[in-house]
């Protein structure tokens, strides 16, 4: 008979390393009164749009920056870094995710102790990101209303992770080419988490957009004051 084999359970243990490296730079940047912000969505959700306009809006009255990450790609760090805010591109060369070793390489090219908030643009996925703690202050999703009001159902750890979650694009819901509802989705995401706060917006109109970033810069306040 063959010996019993040794099992291992990675993820496992890297998650834990991670969960535990994420607590340390929540503590430091809490310390150091950095607000960090993780933005995660489906690709084509509207994370770069909507920081276009939340940076736009914050940009006066925050020392500001945004770290992007992408599998292979810097187009989203460019169109950020037109707009005026400084801007640095991850690219994760395959991995669906940010781990904080990720977002620590991040922060070491940003003088963060400048700075009073930056945002993560996280890799564009509804699975994996929702697994690896970034460190970040806040984790925000982003649905988009082409997407469907059905994606807690299908992505409850996403939801369930969340402090805040931004239904974007609602100027499709004033069209005929969408049957998302939207008490419905609120409905399925109360199943799954009670307190998570919502914000319904368009990126492309700006409706919406300043009840969100008066509620992030109220946030922001609390957290390094
Ligand atoms: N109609 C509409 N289009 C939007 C809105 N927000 C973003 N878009 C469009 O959706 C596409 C993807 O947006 P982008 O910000 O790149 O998404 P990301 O991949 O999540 O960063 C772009 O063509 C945007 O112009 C919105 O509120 N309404
Ligand atoms: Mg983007």
Request: proline residues 2%; hydrophobic residues 40%.
């Given at each position: 008979m063959r010996d019993a084999v040794k099992l291992i359970k990675v993820k496992e243990d890297i998650q834990a390393d991670n969960d535990l490296l994420a607590q340390r730079l929540r503590e430091r940047l809490r310390e150091q009164k950095t607000f960090l912000i993780n933005l995660m969505s489906?690709?084509?959700?509207?994370k770069t749009s909507l920081l276009l306009q939340t940076t736009g809006l914050m940009k006066d009255d925050f020392r500001l920056a945004v770290i992007e990450a992408d599998i292979d790609s810097s187009v989203d760090a460019e169109r950020i870094a037109e707009s005026g805010t400084t801007a640095i591109q991850l690219q994760t060369d395959g991995f669906c995710h940010l781990d904080v070793a990720m977002v620590q390489q991040g922060l070491d090219s940003l003088?963060?102790?400048?700075?009073?908030l930056i945002f993560i643009e996280n890799v564009g996925n509804l699975v994996c990101p929702a697994e690896f703690d970034t460190g970040a202050a806040l984790d925000v999703m982003i649905l988009s209303?082409?997407?469907?009001?059905?994606k807690p159902l299908k992505y409850p750890l996403m939801f369930s992770k969340c402090h805040a979650l931004i239904v974007n694009?609602?100027?499709?819901?004033?069209?005929?080419?969408t049957d998302f509802d939207m008490s419905l989705l609120e409905k399925r995401v109360r199943k799954i988490n009670k307190g998570l706060k919502i914000f319904s917006l368009s990126s492309?109109?700006?409706?919406g957009v300043k009840t969100w970033t008066d509620w992030l810069s109220k946030k922001v306040h609390e957290h390094n004051s």
């Amino acid at each position: 008979m063959r010996d019993a084999v040794k099992l291992i359970k990675v993820k496992e243990d890297i998650q834990a390393d991670n969960d535990l490296l994420a607590q340390r730079l929540r503590e430091r940047l809490r310390e150091q009164k950095t607000f960090l912000i993780n933005l995660m969505s489906s690709p084509g959700a509207g994370k770069t749009s909507l920081l276009l306009q939340t940076t736009g809006l914050m940009k006066d009255d925050f020392r500001l920056a945004v770290i992007e990450a992408d599998i292979d790609s810097s187009v989203d760090a460019e169109r950020i870094a037109e707009s005026g805010t400084t801007a640095i591109q991850l690219q994760t060369d395959g991995f669906c995710h940010l781990d904080v070793a990720m977002v620590q390489q991040g922060l070491d090219s940003l003088d963060g102790n400048e700075l009073d908030l930056i945002f993560i643009e996280n890799v564009g996925n509804l699975v994996c990101p929702a697994e690896f703690d970034t460190g970040a202050a806040l984790d925000v999703m982003i649905l988009s209303v082409p997407e469907g009001d059905d994606k807690p159902l299908k992505y409850p750890l996403m939801f369930s992770k969340c402090h805040a979650l931004i239904v974007n694009k609602i100027d499709y819901l004033e069209t005929s080419l969408t049957d998302f509802d939207m008490s419905l989705l609120e409905k399925r995401v109360r199943k799954i988490n009670k307190g998570l706060k919502i914000f319904s917006l368009s990126s492309r109109t700006g409706e919406g957009v300043k009840t969100w970033t008066d509620w992030l810069s109220k946030k922001v306040h609390e957290h390094n004051s």
